[in-house]
C-alpha cells in the first residue's frame, strides 16, 4: 500500500480543533506540566512518550482522578512486563464511573434498545441506586476484594450494573456473551473460579427467542465455587431452584459503597480468542484500565457529557468493557442487544438516529456490508447528530472510507482504530484534531510509544515491520490467570523482542506519522521474501461484487515449498467461472503484487470465525497443514465448526 502523501479525505475545521478536550488538555499541561504549546498532536504524543511520568500525571490532574490514598510516584518500576504504576495509590473505578449522578441525576446514563429500535433511558441516579443496593447484596453473600463474580449476559443494563456493583466491592468481574456455548463458557470461567453467576435465562436474536436454561443448568453443575446464581428473567421464565431474582437484589435505596482498592487491584478478566488452546485469562487493573480509558475515551474520542457513545458489540468482546467505560466521562452509553443486521442490513444507522448517538462505533465487516447491500444511510436516516464514525475488529479498507465519506457525510470524521483485548484500549486510532487519510489510522495514541520493527528490532518508516509498543501502558495485563511464573504472558508479547511488547500484527508507520494495519503477523504470507498482511488480500478481493467474504492462507510445504490458496464465499447468484477467476488474479496482480496471486482459488461454503467475528486464519493454516482438528483449533471458540471440516477435509485429499 503506499503511503505517499495524498489530500485527506477529511480535515477537522478550525472551530472542531479550538473545542476538542484534546487541544484543551494541551495548552492546560503546556501550562501546568511542561507540555509543548506549540506543534499540535505530534509535539503532544512525542512529549507524552518522552515524559511517561508527567504525562500520566497530568492525565490523572485533568480527568480529576480521585485517590483515596496518595500515590508515591506515578511509575515505581517501568520494566516490561510488570511495570508498576502509581505506588501507594488507592481508588475506586466505579466511585469514577458514576460520578456523573451527583450533578446530572435525571438525565440518562445508559439507552438500552432491543430489537424493536425503541431506546428505554436509565438515569444516572437509578443506575447509581442499583449499583448501590447491588453491591450491598454482594458484601452480603460474602463477596470480598478479590473474588471472582461472572456473567453470562447479552448487552444489557443489568450487565452494567453488575459490573460496576462488583467492582464497587473490589472484587473481579468477568462476562461471556449468551450465544457462547457452555464449553466455551466453561473454557473461560472454570479457569477464575467465579463465587457469583450472574445469568439470563435467554436472548433475542434476529427476531426470535433463544433459551439458554440448559446451558445456564450446565454451568451451575460445572463451576463447584459458585456461592450465588442470580436470574435476570429476560425472555419472562421463572428462577430456576435455588437462583436469586435480580429485582430482589436491586430494589433497595441504598448509596453504594466503593471499596478503596491499590492501583494494581484486578477490575476484570478479559479472554483471547482461544482459537487454539484454553482462552488467556487476561487480567487488568483497576486503576490502569480507569486511566488509560479516561485518555482513550475523554481525549481521543473527545467524549464528554453532551455526547451519546454507541458501540456494537456483545459482552464477550472488549469493546463491551470499553463501551461501559464511556460513563468515566459523563458520557451517555447506548447498549444494544440483538443482531447487527436485523430486521435488515441498516439496523445500527436506525439505532444511531434514533439514540442520536454522536459517536458510533461498529466493525469494518458492518460498513462493508452495508456498502455491498446498496445502504444509503444518508438518505434513508437522519445522522446530524453523528460527529464519528469508528471502526475496529479488522482494518477498514479504503472502499469502506470512501463509502462512509460518499453515504453518510462529508464532514464526517471516520476513525479507523486498533488495538487489542490485551490492553483494552487502542494502540493507534482516533485523534479528532488531524486529518483522515484513507485506508489509514490517523496516529499511534498518546503515551503509546508505537513503533514498527524489523526482525532485528530495528525502526521502520513507510516500511512494513511488527507492531511493538517499547514503553509501557497502564492497562497492560498485570498478569494472567493462573500462570504463577508469568512465563504465558512472557511468552505472549515478549519472547520476541526483549522486554518490548510485541503484538502480533503487521503494521507501516507512514513519514506523516500515520498508521497502516496490514493484518496478523503471525499469518503472514511470505512469498520470496515479499511479506503481505492477509488483510490486504481482503480489501482487494472483496471489492468484487461476486465475493461475499476470502480467507487467504500462506502454507509452509514439506519439501520446501509455499502453497498459497485463497478461499472465497461468493454472493448468492455468482459463479467461479474463468472469467471470475481471471478478474481475482487480475485484481491482486495489478493492485498489490504478483507474487502474491494466490496458487488456487477454492470456492467454499463460508468463512469460520472466531466468536467475537474475527476470521480464523493460523488455525485454517495449521489444518492445510494436516494437523488434526481437535488439535489444531478449540472447537468451543469457532462460531461454525462444521465450517472447519472442510479445510481438513482438504488437506486430507491433498495429502
Known sequence: MSTANPQPLWRPDPQRIAQAQITKFQAWAAEHHGAPALGGYPALHRWSVDELEAFWKAVTEWFDVRFTSPYARVLGDRSMPGAEWFPGATLNYAEHALRAAATRADEPALLHVDEAHEPRPVTWSELRRQVGSLAAELRALGVRPGDRVSGYLPNIPEAVVALLATAAVGAVWTSCAPDFGARSVLDRFQQVEPVVLFTVDGYRYGGKEHDRSDVVAELRRELPTLRAVVHIPLLGTEAPEGALEWSGLTSADVAPVFEPVPFDHPLWVLYSSGTTG?????????????????????????????????????????????????????????????????????????????????????????????????????????????????????????????????????????????????????????????????????????????????????????????????????????????????????????????????????????????????????????????????????????????????????????????????????????????????????????????????????EVPGIPHTLTGKRIEVPVKRLLQGTPLNKAVNPGAVDDLDLLRFYEELARKRA
Open 278 to 602: 484454553l482462552p488467556k485469562a487476561i487480567v487488568q487493573s483497576q486503576g490502569g484500565i480507569l486511566v488509560e480509558h479516561l485518555k482513550q475515551l475523554g481525549l481521543h474520542c473527545d467524549l464528554g457529557p453532551g455526547d451519546r457513545f454507541f458501540w456494537y458489540t456483545s459482552t464477550g468482546w472488549m469493546m463491551w468493557n470499553f463501551l461501559v467505560s464511556g460513563l468515566l466521562t459523563g458520557t451517555t452509553i447506548i447498549l444494544y442487544d440483538g443482531s447487527p443486521g436485523y430486521p435488515d442490513t441498516g439496523a445500527q444507522w436506525r439505532i444511531a438516529e434514533r439514540t442520536g448517538a454522536t459517536l458510533f462505533g461498529t466493525s469494518a465487516a458492518y460498513v462493508m456490508a452495508c456498502r455491498k447491500a446498496g445502504v444509503r444511510p444518508s438518505r434513508d436516516f437522519d445522522l446530524s447528530t453523528v460527529q464519528c464514525v469508528a471502526t475496529t475488529g479488522s482494518p477498514l479498507p479504503p472502499d469502506g472510507f470512501r463509502w462512509l465519506h460518499d453515504e453518510v457525510r462529508e464532514d464526517l470524521w471516520i476513525a479507523s482504530v486498533s488495538g487489542g483485548t490485551d490492553v483494552c484500549s487502542c494502540f493507534a486510532g482516533a485523534v479528532p484534531t488531524l486529518p483522515v487519510h484513507i485506508g489509514e489510522l490517523q496516529a499511534p495514541c498518546l503515551g503509546t510509544d508505537l513503533q514498527s520493527w524489523d526482525p532485528n528490532g530495528t525502526p521502520l518508516i513507510d516500511e512494513v515491520g511488527e507492531l511493538v509498543v517499547t514503553n509501557p501502558m497502564p492497562s497492560m495485563p498485570i498478569h494472567f490467570w493462573n500462570d504463577p511464573d508469568g512465563s504465558r504472558y512472557h511468552d505472549s508479547y515478549f519472547a520476541m523482542y526483549p522486554a518490548v511488547w510485541r503484538h502480533g500484527d503487521w503494521i507501516t508507520l507512514t513519514s506523516r506519522g500515520s498508521v497502516i494495519i496490514h493484518g496478523r503477523s503471525d499469518s503472514t504470507l511470505n512469498r520470496q521474501g515479499v511479506r503481505m498482511g492477509s488483510a490486504d488480500i481482503y480489501e482487494a478481493v472483496e471489492r468484487l461484487p461476486e465475493i461475499k467474504e476470502s480467507l487467504v492462507i500462506g502454507v509452509e510445504q514439506p519439501d520446501g515449498g509455499y502453497w498459497m490458496p485463497l478461499f472465497v464465499q461468493l454472493t448468492p447468484g455468482a459463479a467461479l467461472d474463468d472469467a471470475l477467476l481471471g478478474r481475482i488474479k487480475g485484481t491482486i496482480r495489478e493492485q498489490l503484487s504478483p507474487r502474491h496471486v494466490p496458487d488456487e482459488v477454492i
